[in-house]
């Protein structure tokens, strides 16, 4: 069993499975993916589908380092969020701009790992959205390696 650091925030405010599918088949470009409970996605680099059990590792593999993150905002509004090794996920910004305040209460605060240290600016800009919207979807991230349910395949 590997250790990997664990994180106080559990998000509440959750996109449906239903829109974390359609969204990741707009913005994957039709690549297959396999959706976990919280929407931490693994992308499948090639046309053949991995295992249950390759997907598990790969989300595994990225919480047991330091789990950098890429955040891209589409033009809708939305961000994808990405790992290495094709692991990454989604945050609705319909959901970050209606619960901007607490988002980025919690995640200065209970989304931070142990090691790190987060400054606000003071000032709500791009980059401080981006980095909300990163800490959250890593904060789902734990939660799926914790629990490691896939609930779709796509």
Not at 85 to 95: A, D, E, F, I, T
Not at 102 to 130: N, P
């Amino acid at each position: 069993m590997k250790t990997y650091p664990t994180l106080a925030w559990r998000p509440h405010i959750e996109a449906t499975t239903e829109w974390i599918i359609d969204h990741l088949r707009a913005y994957l470009g039709g690549k297959h993916f396999a959706l976990f409970k919280y929407g931490s996605c693994v992308v499948w680099e090639s046309s053949e589908e991995y295992c249950d059990a390759e997907c598990r590792e790969r989300l595994l593999s990225v919480v047991t380092h330091y789990p950098d993150f890429k955040v891209r905002r589409h033009s809708s509004g939305d961000f994808l969020v990405t790992f290495r090794g094709g692991v990454g996920g989604l945050m609705s910004g319909k959901l970050l701009e209606e619960h901007f305040v607490s988002l980025r209460e919690d995640a200065l605060t209970i989304g931070k790992l142990k090691s790190e240290t987060l400054h606000s600016a003071g000032q709500i800009d791009a980059d401080e959205v981006e980095l909300v919207a990163g800490i959250y979807v890593r904060a789902q991230l734990y939660r799926d390696a914790e629990e490691s349910v896939i609930v779709a395949r796509v």
